[in-house]
């Protein structure tokens, strides 16, 4: 079982940056596609980036394409997303994702087996 933990939230202005981290607490993560979604107060769970199965390409959501980077580290086994130029619609609890199954669409909450607690990110206008 593998359990991620995210770190790196806070309360922002707009138009700075930001840096999360994930941690999974098992090295054999190599074989977990990775991702990133958020979930803003009243809304639902929404996909923000991802690793493909290989890791070799990465995929982002319209609304955060040029502005967010999603990238790994293996020597370190941590996943990060950078963020910069943040918007107050940025605010929300952003959560680190895994999936198992190499065929599952990357872009749904469904195809992900494995969750962080959430890290919450405020972005102030």
């Known amino acids: 079982q593998v359990q991620l933990v995210e770190s790196g939230g806070g309360v922002v202005q707009a138009g700075t940056s930001l840096l999360l981290s994930c941690a999974p607490s098992?090295?054999?993560?190599?074989?977990?596609?990775m991702a990133w979604f958020r979930q803003a107060p009243g809304k639902e769970r929404e996909f923000v980036a991802a690793?493909?199965?290989?890791?070799?390409?990465?995929y982002y959501a319209d609304s955060v394409k040029g502005r967010f980077t999603i990238s790994r580290d293996n020597a370190k086994n941590m996943v990060y997303l950078q963020m910069i130029s943040l918007k107050p619609e940025d605010t929300a609890v952003y959560y680190c994702?895994?999936?198992?199954?190499?065929?599952?669409?990357?872009?749904?909450?469904?195809?992900?087996?494995?969750w962080g607690q959430g890290t919450q990110v405020t972005v102030s206008s």
């Open positions: 994702a895994g999936r198992t199954n190499f065929r599952a669409r990357y872009d749904i909450r469904e195809s992900y087996n494995y």
């Open positions: 098992d090295h054999t993560y190599s074989t977990v596609a």
């Open positions: 690793f493909t199965w290989s890791g070799s390409r990465t």
